[in-house]
């Protein structure tokens, strides 16, 4: 049966206005629903606080770049495997390991064991120890390498980092060192290396100025892979004049495409 030119016309604007329809809806779609849902669990006030301020101007601006919701919270209270479910990367920005709820250490175990999502720590979060009246949380020192935290430079010294894994992708477009000013570099009882793939540490020899806290070969960029989950520890993030360091921002950039599986 051959159509009336009518009713071509009539079919086209049917078949025409119902692509429309597809891609307005596909479009609306995308720019409703983000590509991954973070959460950040952020240390309240103290020192740290302008860090994690500047982190979050940050972090704002890399979720519009790279299609990502991000939510805020500061203890641990609502953490459980059902809300951890909602989200593909947990970002502790200087969060310690300790005064955590039963439940979230419970549940966070599961999230990183089972790889349930990413995860990338910074700085306070191997504050491992006792302390503030609560005690050491084993689990977590396992994570970060069986590790304990034992001194910091409270003078602040700037050192250069060496890049040992250039071919992660959490190091991708870094140069094979890169400076990182005033930061207060932890020392822990001992190398986390046997434990960790470590993608880079800190060349003490390069402190400035030099001091006599030290710990030999210092790692300070690894990711522990007898976990499921994929998970980064970037010990740097004292000041938020990191915030200017573009080595910083792509090494956290990186590592937070990485950690989500995008
Ligand atoms: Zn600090």
Same mark, same amino acid.
């Given at each position: ?13 049917? $078949? ?20 991954? &849902?973070?959460? +950040?669990? +952020? ?11 500047? +982190? ?10 790279? *299609?990502?919701?991000?939510? !805020? ?6 953490? *459980? ?16 390991? /300790? ?7 419970? +549940?966070?175990?599961? #999230?990183?064991?089972?790889g349930r999502g990413g995860w990338i720590g ?11 009246? #609560? ?16 001194? /910091? ?14 071919? &992660?992708?959490? @190091? ?30 800190? *060349?003490?020899?390069? !402190? ?8 030999? *070969? &210092?790692?300070? $960029?690894?990711?522990?892979?007898? /976990?499921?989950?994929?998970?980064? !520890?970037?010990? @740097?993030?004292? &000041? ?7 080595? !910083? ?14």
């Amino acid at each position: 049966m051959k159509l009336q030119p009518a009713t071509f016309r009539i079919t086209c604007f049917v $078949v025409v206005a119902f692509a429309m329809l597809l891609c307005v809806g596909n479009a609306l779609c995308q720019a409703s629903s983000p590509k991954f &849902h973070v959460l +950040a669990i +952020a240390e309240k006030g103290g020192i740290h606080k302008p860090f994690v301020d500047a +982190a979050k101007v940050w972090l704002a601006q890399e979720a519009v770049k790279d *299609d990502f919701s991000i939510d !805020y919270i500061e203890n641990t209270d609502k953490i *459980d495997d059902q809300f951890l479910s909602h989200y593909q990367l947990f970002l502790q920005l200087n969060f310690p390991p /300790y005064a955590w709820t039963p439940t979230a250490m419970a +549940a966070f175990q599961r #999230y990183i064991e089972e790889g349930r999502g990413g995860w990338i720590g910074f700085h306070h979060a191997t504050l491992l120890g006792e302390f503030d009246g #609560y005690p050491i949380w084993p689990w977590f020192s396992t994570f970060m390498g069986g590790i304990r935290f034992t001194k /910091y430079i409270p003078t602040f010294v700037s050192g250069k980092v060496i890049v040992e894994a250039p071919s &992660h992708p959490a @190091m991708k477009n870094l140069p094979s060192s890169f400076e990182i000013e005033n930061e207060e570099w932890y020392t822990y009882d001992h190398s986390p290396r046997p434990n960790v793939h470590v993608l880079a540490s800190v *060349d003490e020899n390069t !402190y400035t100025p030099t001091t006599t806290i030290k710990m030999g *070969d &210092h790692p300070v $960029v690894w990711t522990n892979e007898h /976990y499921k989950a994929r998970n980064i !520890y970037i010990f @740097m993030g004292h &000041h938020p004049e990191l915030f200017q360091n573009s080595f !910083y921002t792509r090494l956290f950039h990186n590592s937070i495409l990485w950690a989500a599986h995008q």
